[in-house]
């Protein structure tokens, strides 16, 4: 086992792997038509933290120091992959080049280099060899891939509906390309990330994979709220076409399902708040938890390892989830937009009660009506965040993020053999608390 030096760099041990991913990517997403081009391949253009492909291939890795006999051979063996006959060509019409300053004036705003509009479509996967030295599956880089594909098409829906207008240090997708085509781009990146698992050909990686975007569907659900901004109900492309009797209905509806409405109906304020907790940590689960949690676990069933390394492979994605997203509802308050490089503070503003609003609550039951309007009377957010603050929401929601850690380590030892592979996986997991970004 390597002591420091190459600890310090989690990645090292897979910088191969890391290095091709966005170029792997890239290969699995072209299309004939430009502008899809374009705006699919636009978060994928700057650096994001990459932490779930790093965690697949971190965790493939350790997985790999499992001795091939206590492992289900046939799994581990490759298993051919057809050519993919129908990768979508665009009409002859479509195939002109046009300089990247007629696409739109943002472009050249935003400095966005042309791509090239023909591209082939996904190569084949190679015939599994089992090698030793670096034990990662070539379907395991693949499923990499896969999850760095879903999650971006999620951010690139996120921002849409969080309004926001910057993610990586620049203008967000939806402001770059309007949300149209935003959503767009993002479903076109669920479709092709799908047909990546489909080519797995593991009937069980195909169910949890599927099952993670329905997840975060889910999760985001749980998280909206009744603060139609400006936009929800109308279309940032068409301005000012606005539906009030379906907004007053869909209000209602989502109110239904969320938790402050129990707030004056007889409950008591530990009632109330134990199901705040449950409800919060659910939706969690589902918007940022789930998707770790499948690929980790799908990783294991494509090393071939047994039921029990499986299991403890899915709970260690699902601690170290909870455990990201706590981390990243505790930065909302602390970093700054600049260094976040989206905004911050959003959370509020978007009338959601994250972790250390929930603890500020529990010490101040005053909080209880402002939560249920979501934060929407002026005044109410500073409120909130002076709560949050005094009460030490933050210090509190960190607490909890350090026990979903400890777990999460927990996992990794039960789960896996001592390798530098999970020194690696266990410093990446340490660090998810230090993470300033
Ligand atoms: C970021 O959360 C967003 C997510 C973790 C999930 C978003 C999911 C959807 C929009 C549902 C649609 C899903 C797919 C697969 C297309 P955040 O807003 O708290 O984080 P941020 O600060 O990075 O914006
Ligand atoms: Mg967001
Ligand atoms: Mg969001």
């Known amino acids: 086992v390597t002591p420091a030096v190459m600890l310090r760099n989690p990645m090292s041990l897979v910088s191969n792997e890391m290095n091709t991913l966005a170029k792997n990517i890239m290969a699995l997403i072209g299309t004939g038509h430009p502008v899809l ?29 499992i ?56 190569e084949p996967l190679p015939e599994a060899q089992f090698d030793k030295e670096k034990g990662i599956l070539p379907k395991q880089r ?59 050909r593991n009937p069980e990686v195909v169910e949890l994979m599927s099952n993670s975007i329905a997840n975060l569907v889910e999760g985001e659900f749980m998280q909206l709220k009744n603060t139609a901004v400006d936009g929800d109900l109308a279309t940032i492309d068409h301005g000012s076409k606005v539906l009030p009797a379906a907004s007053e209905k869909l209000d209602n509806r989502v109110h239904d399902y969320h938790v402050p409405r129990a707030v004056g109906k007889g409950y008591t304020h530990e009632q109330i708040l134990e199901t705040a907790f449950d409800y919060y940590l659910h939706k969690t689960y589902l ?81 209880g009506p402002l939560i249920q309007r979501n934060f929407s009377k002026e005044g109410d957010v500073v409120r909130t965040a002076e709560a949050v603050a005094k009460y030490d929401g933050v210090k509190k929601t960190k607490e909890l993020a350090e026990k979903y850690r400890d777990l999460a380590l927990q996992n990794l030892r039960q789960a896996l053999p001592e390798s530098d592979a999970r020194s690696a996986l266990e410093f990446l997991t340490n660090s998810i608390l230090t993470r300033k970004k």
């Open 37 to 65: 081009n374009r705006v699919t391949s636009y978060y994928f253009e700057t650096e994001g933290k990459k932490v779930r492909p790093l965690m697949v291939l971190l965790l493939s890795r350790a997985l790999a120091e």
């Open 287 to 367: 918007k940022t938890a789930a998707l770790i949690s499948k690929s980790c676990r799908s990783a294991a069933i494509l090393s071939g390892a047994d039921k029990s390394v499986i299991d403890q492979c899915y709970e260690f994605g699902r601690n170290i989830g909870i455990c990201f997203q706590l981390v990243d509802d505790m930065l909302d308050f602390t970093v700054s937009g600049k260094d976040l490089g989206k905004p911050a503070g959003a959370d509020l503003e978007l009338g959601i009660a994250t972790a250390p609003v929930l603890f500020a609550w529990e010490a101040d039951p005053h909080l």
């Open 142 to 200: 693949r499923l990499a891939e896969i999850v760095e594909m879903i999650h971006t098409a999620s951010l690139l829906h996120d921002d849409v509906i969080d309004h926001s207008d910057t993610r990586r240090g620049r203008p967000s997708g939806n402001v770059a390309f309007t949300n149209k085509m935003a959503v767009l781009a993002g479903d076109f990146l669920l479709g092709r990330a799908t047909v990546s698992i489909s080519r797995l």
């Open 67 to 122: 001795p091939l006999e206590q492992r289900t051979q046939s799994l581990i063996d490759s298993v051919d992959v057809p050519e993919d006959p129908v990768y979508s060509r665009p009409p002859k019409s479509l195939l002109f080049e046009r300089p990247a300053s007629n696409f739109s004036p943002l472009d050249i705003l935003h400095g966005i280099k042309p791509l090239n509009p023909l591209t082939k479509g996904p």
